[in-house]
């Protein structure tokens, strides 16, 4: 199972169609809001962010 990495949700990425490729790595959602989301600044939702996601800053997860 893959990790939403904008809001953390498990993800199975043999079945969902929603993913995108960012510097190389495959990137996988749970909602067409969260893949747009991360496709708005994906930056912002590499590294540190897959492990605990906070789109907010503030540490609040991403209701999707």
Known sequence: MARDPVCGAEVD???TPLRAV???AA???CSGRC???F???P???V???EA???PDGAGGAWRC
């Open 22 to 24: 960012f510097q190389g």
């Open 27 to 29: 990137y996988y959602f």
């Open 47 to 49: 590294g540190d962010r």
């Open 35 to 37: 893949k747009a989301e």
């Open 52 to 54: 605990e996601a906070r």
């Open 13 to 15: 990425e043999s079945r």
């Open 39 to 41: 496709d708005r600044d």
């Open 43 to 45: 930056q912002r939702y």
